[in-house]
């Protein structure tokens, strides 16, 4: 054990586990040249198709319809967020409990001491609040985008306010994409209670999910042809 509280396949597991989520981050939303070729760059063009169409409709409910649906979906990630959090909360409680379900499971190495079971619920917790910041970010840009949509005119002279839009929705969907991406590593996560294998196991997993649904799904090539 290093420091008494995590083995070296922890460690490991942990390494890991940050590598493949802030690694995938860093190529996917920092180089352009691979930021182009995902779904995200596709659909950010289909959302700026959208705005430069509204220019020509009088009647806009269908419009704000789809802004509402958005919000909902985002509001609703966003919520269940917070009553994950407050499930581990109540974890983080009662270590003994735990502890004591985890070692009723096969293959599951439950840990020896309260610290070490605090530290696998705490990284949960630590994940699910920056997926709660990043979806309520996403629901309030969403939020503006409405109104901006509200104070566009009809016309191609409204052209430039209908990109201002499209970069607000655009932002508004990258941030829903990295809460929704934070949700995917926290399913990973969750492996750690079970075993240190386990989380290295599940956090490769997440990161080929996330790289096949991105860049070779059928969605993906859809999005980018039209």
Request: glycine share 6%.
């Amino acid at each position: 054990m290093i420091g008494g509280l995590l083995s070296t396949l922890d460690i490991a597991a942990l390494l890991v586990f940050f590598a493949c989520w802030a690694g995938y981050t860093a190529v996917v939303d920092r180089v352009p040249r691979i930021q182009r070729r995902s779904v995200i760059a596709a659909m950010d063009e289909h959302r700026r198709r959208w705005m430069i169409a509204l220019l020509n409709r009088e009647n806009r409910i269908s419009d704000t319809a789809i802004i509402g649906n958005l919000m909902q979906s985002t509001g609703f990630l966003a919520n269940t967020s917070i009553f994950i959090l407050a499930g581990l909360v109540a974890l983080l409680g009662s270590p003994d409990l735990g502890r004591r379900v985890l070692a009723a499971l096969p293959f599951a190495e439950a840990p020896v001491s309260d610290i070490a079971w605090e530290m696998r619920i705490a990284l949960l917790v630590l994940i699910f609040v920056r997926a709660f910041f990043e979806l309520t970010w996403a629901l309030r840009q969403f939020n503006y985008c409405s109104i901006v949509i509200g104070g566009i005119g009809l016309g191609a002279d409204f052209t430039p306010q209908a990109e201002m839009a499209a970069k607000v929705a655009n932002r508004a969907a990258r941030h829903f994409n990295t809460g929704l991406r934070a949700y995917y590593f926290g399913l990973a996560a969750l492996a750690w209670i079970i075993h240190p294998v386990a989380l290295i196991l599940a956090s490769l997993l997440v990161l080929r999910e996330l790289h096949r649904r991105e860049f070779r799904s059928v969605v993906r090539d859809a999005l980018a042809d039209g």
